[in-house]
DNA sequence: TTTCATTATTTTGTATACATTTTTGTTTAT
DNA sequence: ATAAACAAAAATGTATACAAAATAATGAAA
């Protein structure tokens, strides 16, 4: 099942893969100066690789003027704001096209974000949000969430870290809708439960900061 | 006013820009193999600027596997989908915070787009189109929608050219919604506009591949 | 002719070198 | 002590070289 990736065998990519994952579980936390050469050696790669992959850190959102993003309580609005346009519409569509077996694969989410480990449960919650962007069918706006993906991931790791309450149960209702063929109350469940993983970031962003 | 860009000492940047506009003037049209060598030589840089300017033009659409873009009708279709979520959202917006230094800069694109040249127009046109899009307050959406600037610049030359009716009709009745604070309208009048916009181009694009 | 295999050729990915530019650190004058 | 000016160091942007990979061209077998 592990997938060899055929990109893995650049330089530039495995670089890529490397300093986002660090960027991810808080190696290189907020703040940290990217330096070229530094990575360059630490990685045992020469700066050219390192240069292309620092690019495409940089177009996700996760580099910002040489130094690893520390997203503001303005990023996080913007992001959900933006989600939420595109993921909305994406359920609608999702209400009106999605087949059977894509709604076996929402319902799996479900139950394993019920039962699963912490990383099980992470992975689900991904999943689910996947299966209905894909379901917009259109390839620019799975693009545009895909661009946000690591930035999502960087809050999604609160949401389920710090145990939202009703996480599972809204995706349950957003379920039930895309099943009931129901795309209006598809998008605006989906809508209110973006609104909720937001106003939860901001409520631990906020607390953590008084701490 | 010809600011001097202070990137464009950058030979990517420079190489940037060239290439886009020759694809954006149809000197180099869809279709056309993108050969980094031969682009250095001819842009007089060596292949290094010319990569980075090249992984811009990726990510703007413009290059899709080493390759001038040749955009789809369901490319075309997707494009203005995502428009019409960011930009209805944006225009929404406007009708909320928009300055009254802003509405005027509005209406004066209106009134270059009654009276000014072919190239007049066009600007104006994306003036108009940016101004709204300013206002939604949101970077991550700006810059998201900047990045589809350039394949709308495509389109939008379609529009013009072909001298679309209504087109600036269009912009003053959003105008006025937004003039009028009315973000519920303004919002569905851009939807609108956008769909017009799309309806023209395909017809454009259809009638022009059974020639 | 068509198909496959094998060479040539082109094109790409990476390493390295070097010249500017930017940043840092130090000294001097106020 | 602070600010300005300068020197030193570090970091970046670009050019070039080379090996690996992808593509095109050639020829042999069906």
């Known amino acids: 099942m592990t997938q060899y990736d055929?990109?893995?065998?650049?330089?530039?990519?495995q670089?890529?893969?490397v300093i986002r994952?660090?960027?991810?579980?808080?190696?290189m936390p907020g703040g940290t100066k990217?330096?070229?050469e530094k990575l360059a050696a630490e990685l045992g790669f020469s700066r050219t690789p390192i240069r292309e992959s620092l690019r495409q850190l940089n177009y996700e959102g996760l580099i910002v003027n040489k130094k690893v993003v520390q997203p503001t309580e303005k990023d996080l609005r913007n992001l959900f704001q933006v989600r939420?346009?595109?993921e909305g519409f994406s359920a609608k569509a999702a209400a009106t096209y999605l087949p059977e077996e894509d709604l076996n694969a929402l319902s799996n989410c479900i139950k394993v974000g019920r039962?699963?480990?912490?990383?099980?449960?992470?992975d689900a919650n991904e999943r689910f949000h996947e299966i209905i962007v894909q379901a917009s069918g259109n390839?620019?706006?799975?693009?545009?969430?895909?661009r946000m993906k690591s930035i999502i991931y960087l809050f999604r790791k609160t949401v389920v870290l710090y145990n939202r309450p009703r996480l599972i149960d809204e995706h349950e209702e957003i379920y039930?809708?895309?099943?009931?063929?129901?795309?209006?109350n598809a998008k605006k469940l989906m809508e209110d439960h973006l609104k909720e993983d937001l106003d939860f970031c901001l409520h631990i962003l906020n607390s953590s900061k008084n701490a």
């Open 34 to 36: 990217i330096v070229e």
């Open 139 to 146: 390839a620019l706006m799975i693009d545009t969430i895909h």
């Open 6 to 13: 055929k990109n893995s065998r650049f330089a530039s990519k």
């Open 21 to 27: 994952d660090r960027i991810l579980n808080g190696d």
């Open 84 to 86: 939420s346009l595109l």
């Open 176 to 184: 039930e809708s895309i099943k009931a063929r129901d795309g209006e």
């Open 115 to 122: 039962e699963g480990t912490m990383e099980e449960i992470m």
């Open 15 to 17: 670089a890529y893969e």
